[in-house]
């Protein structure tokens, strides 16, 4: 025959119960504020944001940072926007193809940050 102990079972403490509740009402507490607080900021930031679209065969300038160049071409006195160069196509609302001269070497698709009317 095998024994086996029986645990023993204490009385639950009204106090730490209470504390358990106070302890998660606090945290639901601190959730909805931070929620409000992170949709004022949210509202705040995208009230200056500014939503460009392109149409096919606009003209618009290309802003090109140093990482798009080849090893070696950049450098300080290149110019920073090129164009104007013609969109090509419109891949969604933030990436557009532009028609680049095939002497740059590189890649066609550009974000919409990087393009100015």
């Known amino acids: 025959?095998?024994?086996?102990?029986?645990p023993r079972v204490y009385a639950e403490s009204l106090a730490v119960e209470a504390m358990a509740e106070q302890?998660?009402?606090i945290q639901f507490e601190v959730k909805n504020k931070l929620a409000e607080a992170n949709a004022k900021y949210k509202a705040f930031a995208k009230s200056h944001r500014?939503?460009?679209v392109f149409k096919k065969r606009?003209?618009?300038?290309v802003f090109l940072r140093k990482e798009r160049f080849p090893v070696g071409i950049y450098?300080?006195?290149?110019p920073r926007k090129y164009g104007p160069y013609k969109?090509?196509?419109m891949i969604n609302d933030n990436a557009y193809?532009?028609?680049l001269s095939s002497s740059l070497g590189m890649s066609f698709t550009f974000i919409v940050s990087n393009l100015f009317e």
């Open 1 to 6: 025959v095998d024994l086996v102990r029986v």
């Open 23 to 25: 302890a998660q009402a």
């Open 50 to 52: 500014h939503l460009k």
């Open 58 to 61: 606009e003209m618009v300038m």
């Open 75 to 78: 450098n300080k006195m290149k």
């Open 87 to 89: 969109i090509v196509k």
């Open 97 to 99: 193809v532009v028609y």
